[in-house]
């Protein structure tokens, strides 16, 4: 395994062979969407690059996962992300992604035209918590 991490930017890159496409980094964009969960104290936000992808872009989803009151990160996390096409009802799971700290982003491949529902699910590592959060995004042609 090797880990990179870039301070000026606090972006850290893990490498290793099941999570090779994982960036942790925290979001910087105008189209942020926000989930809370009070029974579990979360607060969930989720954004993607490009802005408004196209059936041809490699998309790359953003998450930061808070303490909903303080606004820390939660740490030591396991997540699932799974996309709906809503238009023609494929899914996509993209499998268990260990959180170190709160802040992550996977690329996914390209996605068929239409709206997307993401779903992600939250686990604590000992179980303690789980959440399940959904957002939209649009893919076009």
Same mark, same amino acid.
């Given at each position: 395994?090797?880990?990179? %991490?870039?301070?000026? /930017?606090?972006? *850290?890159?893990? !490498? #290793? $062979?099941?999570? $090779? #496409?994982? =960036?942790?980094?925290? &979001?910087?964009?105008? %189209?942020?969407?926000?989930?809370?969960?009070?029974? !579990?104290? +979360?607060?969930?936000?989720?954004?993607?690059? @490009?802005?408004? @992808?196209?059936?041809?872009? +490699?998309?790359?989803?953003? /998450?930061?996962?808070? $303490? +909903?009151?303080?606004?820390?990160?939660?740490?030591?996390?396991?997540?699932? =992300?799974?996309? %709906? !096409?809503?238009?023609?009802? *494929?899914?996509?799971? &993209?499998? !268990?992604? *260990?959180?170190?700290?709160?802040?992550?982003? %996977?690329?996914? @491949? @390209? +996605?068929?035209?239409?709206?997307?529902?993401?779903?992600?699910?939250?686990?604590?590592?000992?179980?303690?918590?789980?959440? &399940? *959060?959904? /957002?939209?995004?649009?893919?076009?042609?």
């Amino acid at each position: 395994m090797s880990l990179i %991490i870039i301070t000026s /930017f606090q972006v *850290a890159y893990l !490498n #290793n $062979n099941n999570n $090779n #496409n994982i =960036v942790y980094a925290h &979001l910087s964009s105008n %189209i942020t969407q926000t989930w809370t969960d009070r029974e !579990n104290n +979360l607060k969930i936000q989720f954004s993607y690059i @490009p802005q408004q @992808p196209t059936m041809d872009d +490699l998309i790359q989803l953003q /998450f930061s996962i808070q $303490n +909903l009151q303080t606004g820390n990160h939660l740490k030591n996390l396991i997540t699932k =992300v799974t996309l %709906i !096409n809503t238009s023609y009802n *494929a899914i996509y799971k &993209l499998g !268990n992604i *260990a959180v170190a700290d709160g802040d992550f982003s %996977i690329k996914c @491949p @390209p +996605l068929d035209s239409g709206m997307h529902q993401v779903i992600i699910k939250v686990n604590s590592k000992d179980y303690s918590f789980a959440a &399940l *959060a959904s /957002f939209k995004m649009y893919v076009s042609e």
